[in-house]
Nanobody
């Protein structure tokens, strides 16, 4: 089992920045990919960014050029740096981990990000 705990959410004005952190514990050696999902009010949860154990990353088109995902393997941490935030970035952000390609085997509890206009 893998446990994930997010931190770093909050309220920010449009154009501002936030950094989300996710601490992983447990059977972290089994994880191949970690990612961040976003669920906006009334919408389905969608993948924002993912990073593989190789270091390769993928970002959703809506956040390219503004968000960066990174990981610190020594600390079992994953980060989501969010710059130039927009009101449409508002939502609950979930850290997730996967054993294969999709980061959807383990989930954190979520952290709220609110971007005011």
């Amino acid at each position: 089992q893998v446990q994930l705990v997010e931190s770093g959410g909050g309220l920010v004005q449009a154009g501002g920045s936030l950094r989300l952190s996710c601490a992983a514990s447990g059977s972290v050696f089994s994880i191949n990919v970690m990612g961040w999902y976003r669920q906006a009010p009334g919408k389905q949860r969608g993948l924002v960014a993912r990073i593989f154990s190789s270091g390769s990353t993928n970002l959703a088109d809506s956040v390219k050029g503004r968000f960066t995902i990174s990981r610190d393997n020594a600390k079992n941490m994953v980060y989501l740096q969010m710059n130039s935030l927009k009101p449409e970035d508002t939502g609950v952000y979930y850290c997730a981990a996967g054993l294969r390609v999709e980061p959807n085997d383990y989930w954190g509890q979520g952290t709220q990000v609110t971007v005011s206009s």
